[in-house]
């Protein structure tokens, strides 16, 4: 971000007016323009459309609702000028920049500054690239064509570091400049001129320049340049000196030594008022520059050490704002337009500002962490301060309030306080990218653009300088160029050295004065005197032509060699002309290789630029890689401690609880076991009497032994057998055969599951079931058009008898689409002797038994199909309960 400074004032800065303004006093809006960057890619959706020369209009981009009826809003904005993306630089310059230096030249302050978001083309606007200067070169160039003739020598201005300007006599400069001479002299290491800044002609081309033809001729100038920038609210002073000192360490802020091979950065430099309420930076390092070349050599030195970063939305993106400056001073001639006029009063000083702001950015988009954070959120502070200011100044000028405006706020609004009261004018450059990614802040800036038009600047007044004739140094450079054409005309006094001699060796003449007419003295000795001076006059007349006619014959011998040299001569610059030539080829092609170097020598610094923030970058993220891989050891670490110390507590629960249930089964066991033992005796108790009153012949008084109680080992090793259906009996007397209906009978619909290993016995009793499918193997297809499931089961019962019995259960569908069956009753349809003696309750074995029947049915008939295996298990809890229901039942 750069910032030239032309300043305007009397010895000093200008001198504000008065806190009470005339109100005649004539204003100007402050000049906005808008210039439009061209699309990344071709592909890409664009959001801007140009309208005319002077308007634009925003379109939402896809996927965007503008407003709350889902309807794609178009809003348009005026500017003074729009510039699409086919402007050149030129173009831009001749419209905005070109005004404020003729302004700048005529003792008129200016402001200029870029607006925009990340990425928008501010700092390309403002400093340009190799071929396409921006607007701070070309304002270089035609301030240094248009005062090149007349500029001062230099240390003749001198700043007096107050925001002011001193006159020195010539003695003074002319010590300065010797001084500055001898240390120059020592030899230093080599600069980074010859390695760093581009070729300025590479930056504006011959056609391109321009200059100021309403220049005041009776004044000298001096120029002035310093470079700062704002960075997180502090100003740097970015072409100060600040080279390492090994004797004393320099400590950074986090307490740690810097190495010998590190920046250490400037200090920070404070705002100061001077004696005539303007702002400048105290302290800051003004350099007097002589053309455009030396000027953009320090501004390149100062744009070296500006803070750029590499983020997601730019690759070198501006983290400060910058701000260049260029005062020119003005002093007028003398009345003989020979010497400046040595009156500090009459010295005019007048400064141009062009300030590179850093673009507004949103954290969401850029992921800034860190430094990067903090950076953007100065930046983002910094430029909604200057948002303020602006709302302030309007309201202020359109409601006739009289608020104070934050200036002090932020160091930008802090600085250039002057020029919105009334210091000069105020120009301003939107730049915007029309991609769709940028639409809104780009809608934001928008705002904020048609905001500062409404804000008014009082418009500066001439100044004269001093009240001498105009047209001195033309009239003094003309009396110079006549006194030597006189001069040259006239000749100067004769000097020859052999005509003095010869008249020096004639006889003196003598007295002359003669007493009377008959004096016969003094005339003999002066008629003497002359004949003797005659005769040597006739003796250095005869030496002289007998000099003169060898002379004569040695000029013409002269002459003869002078002809043959002439040829050779001829010859020779012949041959030199041939050598010229080459010469100037070899030049040619020397100078496009220089060029071709610097350019590349640019390039590389950029490069080397580029890989620095890269490799910064590099380290941070290393940096973080190892701190999260450090944190994801210690969380693995943690998750392999709590996996150990889970499964160990599952595995506690789990033995816990397998020995709880062992013991519950062991208790339930034995249980179960003394009741059937009890029972048992009850039955053999029963027999015994029911046996002694059928025979007769028996003793009554004898009883049977007690049977011995079943040991749990046995009982828990004899598991229970599974009976298949058995054939008839061969001792069974025949029976005549009886049927009946079952219970089964219904109005459902059934599933009748008949075992092939069941026996069609005429002397078993057979249920009739309407409506049901007889299925050998039950399948899903046939339970899901059912509602009830019978099982059949034959045994052979403990009396020798075959029982069959009747297994029933409800179907009803599952979670998962398929199909359960709940087991709700058990029907047992048994075959009987009618001679047998009938007993009213059931044997002891069938009753202990019973509760294992359905079990063995079930897993002997269903075990070997996976579908029913699966609904058996579904309703596992539900069959459990209905075999205690019956055991419950068989016990009552």
């Known amino acids: 971000m750069l910032i030239l400074y032309f300043t305007y004032s009397k010895g000093k800065t200008p001198r504000r007016p008065g806190p009470k303004k005339a109100s005649n006093i004539e204003k100007d809006p ?7 960057r061209p699309l990344g890619a071709e592909d890409e959706e664009c959001c801007i459309e140009m309208i005319s020369s002077s308007t634009i209009q925003l379109h939402a981009p896809d996927g965007l609702k503008a407003n709350r009826n889902g309807e794609y809003k178009e809003t348009q904005y005026s500017f003074k000028k729009v510039f699409g993306i086919k402007t050149t630089q030129m173009e831009l310059f001749e419209d905005v920049a070109k005004p404020l230096v003729e302004d700048l030249i005529h003792c008129k302050n200016g402001l200029l500054f870029t607006y925009g978001v990340t990425g928008s083309g501010k700092t390309f606007t403002m400093t340009g690239s190799p071929g396409e200067g921006g607007l ?55 600069s980074s001129r010859q390695k760093a800044d581009p070729e300025f002609a590479d930056m504006i081309t011959s056609e391109e320049a321009c200059k100021s033809e309403n220049v005041d001729e009776d004044c000298c100038y001096g120029i002035f340049v310093s470079y700062i920038e704002i960075y997180n609210n502090y100003i740097y002073d970015l072409l100060e000196d600040a080279p390492f000192d090994p004797i004393r360490p320099k400590w950074l802020a986090g307490g740690t030594p810097v190495r010998n091979n590190e920046f250490v950065p400037p200090q920070s430099k404070i705002l100061r008022e001077d004696q005539n309420h303007n702002m400048y930076v105290a302290g800051c390092t003004e350099v007097e520059v002589k053309s455009t070349e030396e000027a953009f050599e320090v501004f390149w030195k100062g744009q070296k050490k500006r803070r750029i970063a590499n983020t997601q939305l730019n690759r070198e993106s501006s983290r400060s704002h910058s701000v260049f400056t260029v005062k020119l001073a003005q002093a007028p001639l003398d009345a003989d337009g020979d010497h400046i006029l040595q009156d500090k009063n009459q010295v005019n000083v007048s400064q141009l500002c062009l300030v590179d702001l850093a673009g507004s950015e949103r954290t969401s988009r850029t992921r800034a962490e860190g430094s990067r954070l903090r950076e953007a959120g100065n930046i983002n502070q910094s430029l909604m301060t200057l948002r303020t200011c602006m709302e302030v100044l309007r309201e202020n000028q359109m409601c006739g309030t009289n608020k104070m405006v934050p200036y002090r706020d932020s160091k930008v609004t802090h600085l250039f306080k002057n020029y919105f009261d009334g210091e000069g004018k105020v120009r301003m450059i939107v730049c915007v990218n029309p991609k769709a990614d940028d639409y809104e802040e780009t809608m934001l800036v928008m705002r904020f653009a048609e905001m500062t038009q409404e804000v008014e600047v009082a418009r500066p007044v001439d100044r004269p300088i001093c009240g001498l004739a105009a047209g001195r140094r033309h009239r003094n450079q003309a009396f110079r160029d006549e006194l030597s054409h006189r001069l040259g005309e006239r000749g100067g006094p004769i000097d020859d050295p052999v005509l003095a001699q010869l008249i020096e060796s004639l006889p003196a003449l003598p007295p002359c004065e003669l007493v009377d007419p008959a004096d016969d003295q003094t005339l003999p000795r002066l008629i003497e005197v002359l004949e003797r001076r005659h005769r040597i006059r006739q003796m250095i007349t005869e030496q002289f032509n007998k000099t003169a006619s060898t002379l004569k014959s040695m000029l013409q011998q002269f002459d003869t060699q002078l002809n043959a040299k002439e040829t050779f001569l001829h010859d020779q610059q012949s041959k030199l002309s041939e050598k010229d030539k080459v010469i100037m080829n070899q030049r040619t092609e020397i100078e496009r290789l220089e060029k071709k170097s610097k ?19 590099k380290r941070s993220l290393q940096q973080e890689l190892e701190t999260r891989e450090q944190r994801l050891q210690r969380e693995l670490s943690e998750r392999r401690r709590m996996e150990q110390r889970m499964q160990g507590v599952v595995t506690d629960a789990r033995l816990k609880w397998e020995k709880e249930c062992e013991r519950r089964v062991n208790a339930k066991q034995l249980e179960m076991q003394n009741k059937l033992w009890v029972k048992d005796e009850k039955l053999k108790q029963l027999k015994a009497i029911v046996t002694e009153s059928s025979g007769g012949g028996s003793c009554p008084s004898e009883r049977p032994e007690k049977p011995e109680r079943p040991s749990r080992e046995r009982d828990r090793n004899i598991a229970p057998k599974r009976s298949a259906s058995p054939s008839p009996h061969p001792t069974a007397p025949p029976v ?20 092939a290993s069941n026996l069609d016995l005429d002397t078993v009793m057979q249920p009739i079931i309407p409506n049901a499918i007889k299925v050998s193997t039950p399948n899903e297809k046939a339970l899901s058009k059912c509602h009830k499931y019978v099982l059949r089961h034959q045994e052979l019962a403990s009396d020798g008898e075959i029982e069959t019995k009747l297994i029933k259960g409800n179907v009803f569908k599952t979670r998962g689409g398929g199909q359960a069956v709940q087991f709700t009753d058990i029907e047992t349809l048994k075959q009987e002797c009618p001679t047998a003696p009938r007993y009213s309750i059931f044997s002891s074995t069938t009753r202990c038994d019973s509760f294992m029947y359905m079990y063995r049915a079930i897993s002997h008939y269903l075990s070997y199909n996976k579908l029913l295996n699966l609904m058996l298990a579904v309703c596992f809890n539900t069959v459990f309960d209905s075999i205690l229901s019956v055991y419950g039942y068989l016990n009552m």
């Open 136 to 190: 701070l070169p070309r304002c270089l160039d035609m301030l240094f064509n248009s005062i090149g003739p007349f500029q001062a020598k230099r240390f003749v201005f001198k700043p007096d570091d107050k925001n002011g300007m001193e006159i020195q006599n010539q003695v003074d400069a002319l010590l300065e400049r010797q001084k500055r001479d001898s240390q120059q002299a020592v030899p230093k290491t080599p």
């Open 30 to 36: 402050v000049g906005v323009y808008c210039r439009i």
């Open 736 to 755: 005549h055969p009886m049927h009946r209906r079952s219970h089964s009978a219904g109005g459902e619909k059934w599933v009748d599951h008949k075992p």
């Open 599 to 617: 350019t590349l020598e640019y390039k590389v610094d950029i490069l080397q630029k580029t890989t620095d923030m890269y490799e910064q970058d």
